[in-house]
């Protein structure tokens, strides 16, 4: 990807899944990469994994005095953050009338207040300095809902408008996208779901898979370079056809 080469990147919830597969691709293309993320035990993987990140911040984003301090020492280390991937987020699945207060704080906390703790910081940096990018990683179950996911459906369709606000108010400083992918083969995914689950999903994706963690850090960087100069202001759906197709289609694979 043109123009992405020595440039200083910070992935949230970089330690795992998404995240983790993103800041190795931004390795790949020349990049200074920090990871901020609030496991312990990811932290440690993805160091003994990922040697070559800058640093890996141990950061819960939904307490914003943790966020600023994990973006200064980010900034600290790399002298300054010009692509933010705004990735990190939770999920519990859980019917909607079996949802606690508790759990709903949890899950809004993570996903859209921590993504605006997140962005928000960034923004403040990039817009002194003139120049960045901020990619959100959004969720079609934003955009369409998912049984058994109303806390998680509500807080991604937070960051989908939150995108859009932020794209118009920082152009033309700072260019703002998301990325809502559909069902990805993450640890977090694999937890919640069964294996005669995971099949079940499958057969209703007309491109008959999940998609691989690596197959949306591509989109990621292309996202971020100089390729996508004039992109702007945008969700773009990385889902292999389902919501194409609607969610509940029976295709022919079954």
Known sequence: MRGLSGKNVLVTGGASGIGQATALRFLEQGCAVCV????????????????????????DVSELEQVQSAFDEAIHCMG????????????????FLEITPDEWDQVVGVNLKGMFY???????????????????TASTAGSTGYPHYADYSASKGGVIALTYTMALELAPVVRVNAISPGYVLTPMQRAEYSDAMLDAVNRKI???????????????????????????????????AETTGGLCSQWAHE
């Open 206 to 240: 007309p491109m008959g898979r999940h998609a691989k963690p690596e197959e949306i850090a591509a989109l990621f960087a292309f996202l971020a370079s100089e390729d996508a100069a004039f992109a702007t202001g945008q969700v773009y759906v990385m889902d292999g």
């Open 118 to 136: 997140v962005a928000q910081t960034a923004a403040r940096h990039m817009m002194d300095k003139g120049s960045g990018v901020i990619l959100n």
């Open 80 to 95: 300054s953050v010009d692509v933010l991937i705004n990735n990190a987020g939770i999920s519990i699945r859980h019917d």
């Open 36 to 59: 901020l993320d609030r496991s312990t035990d990811a932290r440690s993987r993805v160091t003994r994994e990922l040697p070559e990140l800058t640093a890996v911040i141990d950061a």
